[in-house]
């Protein structure tokens, strides 16, 4: 991407790429996200810092390039309730920039964590100065509506260690070659966002072995992706895990 503003110092050139291909800005060209992050800055969380807190002001959406972010609010017993989870290349906080109100959860970094905040202002000039950006970001949305679906067909018809081969193909980004990812350190929030138990994460990751995959702590490397689709797209034989 060229012409690149200066006022989002900081994003290489594999952060643009991440934009461009993540869900809120899949539909938009490289212009209408230049116009969408105008003001936008990196920013940097060590793990278990508080990015907002229930009822702060929504004044940013934000996006992850790198690490994992824990959405959750308190229980009246003072217990969390995580309600969402969220890695490279995807955003959250977007629905209270068009609800117009406070944030209805906390947000905490769950690893080190380099996030693109949007102002939410400036956003939503961008999206009134550009017409497409608005029909972009719509699209991006039900793009987004889709991937639950399956999330949720997967759920039901494939074995864990296929739904978290499914998961890490999509964070990938591309069809082949080798890559690595970033595990969140609470593993339980990795599972949760599966639908699976701590247990049978790890019995997932074992079988993921496989097809090559390594695990090195919070690093996960897949030398293969090739091999790693074509074990997610398998018969479904392999004895079910839950």
Sequence with gaps: MTGRPGEAAGLDSADWATLAHGPLFAAATPEMIQHAISGARVVHYEPRQV?????DPAEALYLVLEGWVKIYRLTPAGEEAVVGAFTRGESFAEPVFFLGAGYPANAEAASRARL???DAARFGEAIEREPRLASAILASIVQHTVYLTEDIASLKLKSA??????FLLRLAGR???ETTFSLPHEKALLAGRLGMTPESLSRALAALREVGVETDGATL?????GRLRAFARGSGKRRRSN
Excluded: M, Y
Excluded at 51 to 55: A, H, P
Excluded at 161 to 166: E, I, K, Q, T, V
């Design 51 to 55: 990015i907002f807190s229930q009822g």
């Design 116 to 118: 693109l905040r949007i």
């Design 161 to 166: 260690p296929r739904r978290l081969a499914d």
């Design 175 to 177: 069809e082949s070659g």
């Design 221 to 225: 490397r897949a030398p293969d992706l």
